[in-house]
């Protein structure tokens, strides 16, 4: 197995992160391992993100192992609950687990950690 790629039993892990995510915050992940077929990761992981069937309401996580790229690209609905630097946040949070070999790991935790800075407050109204 080539460094960057994801077991059958890694996919049914982040399947299962993907869909508690979903759940906790209300909006679609998706991610994409693999080469940019750019040279602009940014611009790639964008078109990716803007194929996706409804991508105001989604989150894209590109990587790109080989490039050592990672993107996080959100939908409109999602940046009303979700700042940059919460995305930042979780990019580092990745890069440091993937930096040390742990793709699962790295998506893992950056899945989590934007599913719940992107979670609806609850609010009492008087």
């Not at 059958?8 to 759940?23: C, P, V, Y």
């Not at 909006?27 to 040279?39: K, L, N």
């Not at 602009?40 to 590109?62: C, G, K």
């Not at 993937?98 to 008087?126: C, D, K, V, Y």
């Amino acid at each position: 197995m080539a460094a960057g790629e994801l077991t059958g039993a890694d996919r049914l892990a982040l399947d299962r992160t993907i869909r508690l995510a979903e759940q906790s915050c209300r909006f679609e992940f998706s991610v994409y391992v693999g080469p940019a077929e750019a040279d602009d990761t940014r611009a790639w992981a964008t078109r990716l993100h803007n194929r996706l069937v409804v991508p105001s309401r989604s989150v894209l996580i590109f990587v790109d192992t080989a490039r050592r790229a990672i993107e996080v690209v959100t939908g409109g609905d999602v940046r009303r609950h979700l700042s940059d630097a919460e995305v930042e946040l979780a990019v580092i949070a990745m890069s440091s687990e993937l930096s040390s070999g742990g793709l699962l790991s790295g998506l893992q935790r950056g899945i989590s950690m934007l599913a719940e800075h992107a979670r609806p407050q609850n609010t009492l109204h008087a």
